[in-house]
Every structure is written in C-alpha cells, then in structure tokens.
Antibody
Framework: QVQLQESGPGLVKASETLSLTCTVS??????????WSWIRQAPGKGLEWIGY???????KYNPSLQSRVSISLDTSKNEFSLRLRSVTAADTAMYYC????????????WGQGTEVTVSS | SSELTQDPAVSVALGQTVRITCQGD??????ASWYQQKPGQAPLLVFY???NRPSGIPDRFSGSTSEDTASLTITGAQAEDEADYHC??????????FGPGTKVTVL
C-alpha cells in the first residue's frame, strides 16, 4: 500500500523559500510508473498543479510558477521535495504531494496535505 | 488553451442521477481524471481514463468523454457523495490542469 507523507514548516516569511518534503512508503521514487508531484489548494479555492519530477530527471512545472519552483527526488531517502522561492501571501495554501501514473496520468495517491501560511 | 471549465455547483435529489461536466480543448486528445474532495480531506481519485474506477469506488460513479467535454455521472446519488468534484487533464506539453471544481449537494 503506497503512502505519502508531507513534512515541513507550517509558517514561512514572505520573500523567503518554502521547502517541503514528501516521504514515500510502499513504492520507490525510482519507479518507472510514477511521476512524483506537488499540488496545492489555497483556502476556499480549487486545486492547482505545481509540477512533478520523474526518476530520469524529467521535470514539468506549472508555467505560472516555473520561475520560482523546483522539485527533486532523493532516491537514497525515498522522498521528494518542493522548493518555492520568493513566497508571498498568495502562496498560502494546503500543499499535497501525490503520485501520478505515467501510463494514465491519473493522480492515484495523495498525501494528507500540509498547511503552509506565508506571513508578512 | 489548456484551461478546464466546470459548473460551480449542482444539486441532486437522494437516489437520483447527476452529471458533472468538464470542458476544455485538451479533452479532445487526453482523458480526464476525476477527484472527490470532502471538507478537510485530501482529494480521492474516483474515475480516470476511458473507463477506469479505482478499487473501492462504487460503481455508481462512471465517466465518459465527447469531443471537448468529459462527464462524471453519479447514478443513484447517496448522501456520502456530497462533495467537491475536480477534473484534471494533461496537455500536449505534459502539464496538468485542474478544473475549478463542482460542488455537489445531495438533497
């Protein structure tokens, strides 16, 4: 049974870098069948795809965030991470890590989410 | 454009059928996936691809696509189906896009 667990600070100061980690159990971040993704949801809003990383080093990022975001895999720890630079209040959201199937592009597994608030 | 549009809200009487739609150019080329989200919970995949329902999802959930519109149908809606439903689709560049979500109320 695949499980994902987000971790990281719940409060980040404006202009600083948001860093989150997703620990994977029951699967490998080196899997050929999985894109490892981050998705967020601002309070009262819809879901926003941030991007994903794939084990061969392919990354895709939401064009609206591309200049500030990076996602990377750590195969030694079987986890992946999100870094979002120069945050503002608009980056306040629930952040979910997720696994996307490479064959069907469906988001099969979601973490429980971690709430991040950007303070001024 | 890779944007997806959804109706903000729909309601359905208990035991009746409701269809939730998602419209966008990417749906002409790629299948949608659908996610149910209840308050305070992470989204849950309920339907994807041409005709795929994850294990544990009741068969009252079904999906279809016609041209640029994908639909999720709940046949015989139950009280526990009250939730927000989000569609998602990739585009030619591999980017994923979510629709704004549809709030389903079961009366």
């Amino acid at each position: 049974q695949v499980q994902l667990q987000e971790s990281g600070p719940g409060l980040v100061k404006a202009s600083e870098t948001l860093s989150l980690t997703c620990t994977v159990s029951g699967d490998s971040v080196s899997s050929t069948y999985s894109y490892w993704s981050w998705i967020r949801q601002a309070p009262g809003k819809g879901l926003e795809w941030i991007g994903y990383d794939y084990y061969i080093g392919t990354t895709k990022y939401n064009p609206s965030l591309q200049s500030r975001v990076s996602i990377s895999l750590d195969t030694s720890k079987n986890e992946f991470s999100l870094r979002l630079r120069s945050v503002t209040a608009a980056d306040t959201a629930m952040y979910y890590c997720a696994r996307i199937g490479t064959g069907d592009d469906a988001i099969h597994i979601w973490g429980q989410g971690t709430e991040v608030t950007v303070s001024s | 454009s890779s944007e997806l549009t959804q109706d903000p809200a729909v309601s359905v009487a208990l035991g009746q059928t409701v269809r939730i739609t998602c419209q966008g150019d990417s749906l002409r080329r790629y299948y949608a996936s659908w996610y149910q989200q209840k308050p305070g919970q992470a989204p849950l995949l309920v339907f994807y691809g041409e005709n795929n329902r994850p294990s544990g999802i009741p068969d009252r959930f079904s999906g279809s696509t016609s041209e640029d519109t994908a639909s999720l149908t709940i046949t015989g809606a139950q009280a526990e189906d009250e939730a927000d439903y989000h569609c998602n689709c990739r585009d030619r560049s591999g980017y994923h896009v979510f629709g704004p979500g549809t709030k389903v109320t079961v009366l």
